[in-house]
């Protein structure tokens, strides 16, 4: 009899807590109907719409109209844009969604990249915390999840960081970027993953940029996310050159990155244009929001070209 009544109560604690993880609440505001509330929760709506019903029909009134002040209940899913698109906090092994109120803005429509995963660290080499790199990683993260990929943005934690972790020395901010990475990329097994750094050089704010794009020397699929990144660049460059064969990176970090993380990786550097530049600088101008462009095309075509050969 004991054991009877342990088994009921156990399942009965286990159904309680399995009811509380599948929604949070929030309050709906003047102008929310059911799809802009979803939207703004990083939820296609089209997908959800009959299982916030399901969840909220008490408090809908004529099958589809929110009360304002009244609470909502919103399915947690694993393919809300707060889900998909995480910015990891290496060093206090913490996340958060990267986007918060752009989430209604966002469109649901692509599955383009709907089995990939990015992983993108952000890096400032001269400590001017350029927010160039900052936002086009941003707005990269914003174009992928759009076309169905999973994000996970990291780097530049300082602002964000506690005393202990701001006195991490560079190995063991990399070593926590390893962790992190690693960890994310056999959760994901089975699913195409790349790892992409967008490394700043010197303070970008006015004028043209050089652009280099590195693969590892040992990684095939490094390289060939690398060459794709280059044509587009090439592509849109504004001094005009024969031709730019893509180079391997050979810096401590980037090396220690490649040979311990598990996904394939690639490199950009960007520097404010100059004269003594590198042989394999690609000239582009200053437009955050078509050096983007330039990335997620570049990015779409290696993946395109992975799913053909398939």
Avoid: C
């Avoid at 986007?99 to 992983?119: C, Q, R, T």
């Avoid at 460059?237 to 050979?250: G, M, P």
């Amino acid at each position: 009899m004991r054991l009877l009544l342990a088994l009921l109560l156990w399942v009965g604690m286990n159904s309680a807590l399995l009811a509380q993880d599948n929604f949070y609440t929030i309050v709906a505001q003047k102008g929310d109907g059911i799809f802009s509330m979803l939207r703004k929760q990083g939820l296609d709506p089209v997908k959800h719409y009959e299982a916030f019903i399901d969840l909220n029909k008490d408090n809908i009134k004529d099958g589809s109209l929110l009360q304002i002040g009244r609470e909502y209940r919103i399915p947690i899913t694993d393919d809300s844009y707060k889900s998909k698109g995480v910015r990891v906090l290496a060093a206090q092994k913490a996340e958060e969604p990267i986007f918060d109120k752009e989430l209604g803005a966002m469109s649901h429509e692509g599955k383009a990249l709907k089995n990939a995963v990015y992983y993108l660290i952000t890096e400032d080499s001269t400590s001017t915390q350029n927010k160039f790199v900052e936002d086009i990683a941003k707005n990269l993260a914003a174009e992928l999840l759009e076309q169905g990929a999973t994000v996970f943005v990291m780097g530049n934690e300082d602002e964000n960081e506690t005393t202990t972790s701001a006195q991490l020395t560079k190995m063991d901010r990399l070593g926590n970027y390893v962790d992190a990475i690693n960890k994310r990329y056999l959760q994901n097994h089975g699913k195409y993953q790349r790892l992409l750094i967008i490394r700043a050089n010197g303070i970008l704010q006015a004028g043209n940029l050089d652009v280099s794009v590195l693969h590892h020397g040992n990684s095939e699929q490094g390289q060939r996310l690398a060459e794709n990144l280059q044509h587009v660049f090439k592509a849109n460059s504004t001094v005009k050159k024969a031709s730019i064969d893509s180079k391997t990176f050979d810096d401590k970090s980037t090396l220690f990155l490649a040979r311990n993380t598990l996904p394939a990786i690639s490199l950009i550097t960007v520097n404010k244009r100059s004269e003594d530049r590198t042989e394999d600088a690609i000239s582009v101008r200053l437009d955050k929001k078509s050096f983007t462009n330039w990335i997620a095309s570049g990015i779409l075509k290696d993946y395109a070209e992975l799913t053909l050969e398939d």
